[in-house]
Every structure is written in C-alpha cells, then in structure tokens.
C-alpha cells in the first residue's frame, strides 16, 4: 500500500483527503432541567457519541450511569460486563488516586453502569466527558462501549473515569437512558453524534 501524504502546509487548505473519515451527524440534544433521565432513541449508525457538557445533580454525592434497552425503552436492563479504573486529586493537595475500582465495574449485570461517581451538587459542581457505543443495531455481535469523564467531586477534587465493557445481546440496541444513581440531572446538556 502506498503511503499518501497531504502537500499543504496548512489544514485550512486542505479541500480533499485521501481517505474516508465518516461523518460524525448531531442526531439529538437533550438538556435537563431537574430530569429524573435524559433517554434517547437508536437507530443504524455505526457507532454513536455522546457528549456530556456540566451534567449537574440535584443530590450531593450521586453517581452519573447508564443502561440500555431492546425493547423499545420499556425496560433498561441490558446486561454488561465492563471494568473501571479512576484518578483523582484534591484541592488541599492530600488525596491522589490511580487504580482500578472492582467494587463499581460489572460482571454479567442488568444494573446501571457508573460513568462517573461521586459529583457534588454545590453550583460549581459537575461532570463532564464523553461515551462511546459501537454499532448498536447489530444482530450478530455483543455491544461495545467506552467512557472518560472527569468531575468536580463532593470531596472538592477532580477525578476522571474510564469506563469501558460490552452489553452482552445480539439484539439490537433500541434506546439509551442516562440517570443519576440519587435525585434528578439539576442541570446539564447531552448531545448525541451518529458516525457511519
């Protein structure tokens, strides 16, 4: 295979590119406004994106999670098995944290997946990140997904999770649901990408 090299010297000048990039299609937005969730429906993308931009609890200390459903959003009880691993640091400079997190992962599960855990409620507080899900219309194959996300804690640190796994189905995926584990989303937008 031949190697292809870009001859500008400047993004802005590029007008073609040698290979296929797929297009990455705002398909929905959602923002809440004290929500107990923010669903939303899927259809033949490849792979989907979502956005989470200062996604604010109304309960202090809440966990940010997900599921999905096969049935049209009548039930959220996909089941997954994924793995976790978080950093963190505080303000006062006394905490600091890598490592894996067995106690929030799943094995074989329906539950609701963690995307992020602990996030303060005060007004400064939030989540943010972002999740991606592989071609969920599939008959043939499990589900993949991956998550970072990173949040002002009740603690006053910042920590990022990554979060990644498979809802094992070869059922199509119709719809996804984004909770906090306590109370509403107070605050905050999602937005939702299609790639093909």
Do not use: W
């Not at 929905?28 to 956005?51: D, R, V």
């Amino acid at each position: 295979m031949a190697l292809t090299k870009l001859n500008n010297k400047a993004v802005a000048n590029v007008t073609t590119l040698p290979v296929a990039l797929g297009d990455m299609v705002l398909v929905s937005s959602a923002t809440a406004s004290s929500s107990a969730s923010i669903e939303f429906s899927l259809g033949n993308y490849k792979e989907y994106k979502f956005f989470f931009v200062n996604i604010h609890p109304q309960t202090d200390a809440t966990d940010f999670n997900f599921n999905c459903s096969i049935d049209s959003g009548s039930t959220y009880a996909v089941t997954k098995t994924t793995t976790l691993f978080r950093t963190g640091h505080d303000e006062a400079d006394t905490f600091t944290q890598f490592g894996y997190n067995a106690n929030e992962d799943l094995a074989q599960s329906t539950a609701y997946q963690h995307i992020m855990y602990g996030t303060g409620n005060v007004s400064d507080e939030c989540t943010s990140g972002f999740f991606q899900l592989f071609n969920p219309s599939s008959t043939t194959y499990v589900k993949h997904f991956m998550s970072v996300a990173n949040h002002t804690s009740a603690q006053n640190s910042t920590n990022q999770m990554f979060v990644a796994g498979y809802m094992n189905t070869t059922s199509a995926l119709t719809n996804i649901r984004f909770q906090m584990s306590s109370g509403n989303i107070d605050a905050g937008t999602i937005l939702m990408y299609g790639i093909n």
